[in-house]
């Protein structure tokens, strides 16, 4: 919680700077543009240049300000929304998850009673079937129960934990369209005080700049948010194959580690032999 307010205060904090700057760019704009009235000379006003339209970067940048500071806002929490994806899609690929190749060279140190060499390179894997197969290899002498019910609560404390690393995309993809409400609300704020200050002699171009504040901010939530929202579903299924690739994997290492090939005598005990005619599973909890 205290993460989230020091991020959302920096945002205030640098979306305060922006917009004096975005203030001090329009002025210059404003003063080039009449400059550059007065220096043309009334031949250069031909049909040309009257059809030249502004690039579409420029009126982008042009709609953006009318949205003021909440347009700021909105783009710098898709900032950090695309640097949590990013990060996330990286960490939550299927070989940092489930490495085919660790699977294969686990079951061969264990095969051939290195278990130090296997607890030394599962813990320095990194991945989910890395720590819990260093788990295993640290408590194989306990048994299959006990071992099963160790490899479980790691796998399920770990999935929690990348639960958890989504939470900024989800903040993002709520924010977003609540922003865009503020600026919605702001803008008609805008417009009824102008309303009023004009009085009857009021014209319908005045209200353009907030009415168009009240929209600009509006869509920019929209388009930010229905991203976030797809991509969050996305990690999260992510996690979920990722589980259950895990919990096969795992669940067929311990099956041939304890049951079929046992590590130790302890392993081997009569109690052990009733649970192999059992399923063997991983007690992960769904995602």
Not at 263 to 274: F, L, M, R, W
Request: aromatic fraction near 4%; hydrophobic fraction near 50%; charged fraction near 20%.
């Amino acid at each position: 919680m205290r993460a989230v307010v020091v991020v959302l205060t920096c945002l205030l904090i640098v979306s305060l700077g922006v917009r004096s700057s975005f203030a001090q760019t329009g002025a210059a704009d404003v003063d080039a543009a009449v400059a550059s009235v007065e220096t043309d000379s009334p031949a250069s006003d031909t049909p040309e240049l009257s059809t030249q339209e502004s690039s579409a970067v420029e009126e982008l940048v042009h709609k953006l300000r009318q949205g003021g500071i909440v347009v700021v806002l909105q783009i710098l929490l898709s900032i950090v929304g695309v640097s949590v994806a990013l990060e996330r899609l990286v960490h939550l690929r299927g070989k940092a998850l489930v490495p085919p190749k660790l699977v294969d060279d686990a079951d061969r140190l264990w095969k051939g009673g290195k278990f130090d060499e296997l607890v030394e390179m599962a813990g320095k894997d990194g991945s989910l079937l890395g720590l819990v197969i260093e788990e295993v290899a640290r408590h194989r002498s306990a048994g299959h129960q006990v071992v099963s019910q160790l490899a479980g609560d790691v796998a399920a404390r770990e999935i929690r934990r990348h639960m958890q690393r989504l939470f900024p995309i989800a903040l993002v993809a709520t924010l977003e369209p609540l922003l865009g409400l503020l600026g919605t609300m702001l803008g008609m704020i805008g417009a009824f005080e102008t309303v009023a200050v004009a009085g009857s002699m009021g014209d319908a171009s005045i209200l353009a700049d907030d009415i168009a504040k009240a929209l600009v901010t509006t869509a920019v939530g929209l388009i930010i948010a229905i991203p976030a929202v797809f991509i969050y579903q996305c990690l999260k299924s992510q996690i979920g194959f990722g589980s259950a690739s895990l919990d096969q994997a795992a669940s067929g290492l311990i099956s041939d580690w304890l049951i079929l090939a046992p590590a130790s005598p302890d392993a081997a005990d009569e109690t052990d032999t009733k649970e192999s005619r059992a399923p063997v599973g991983l007690e992960v909890e769904a995602v």
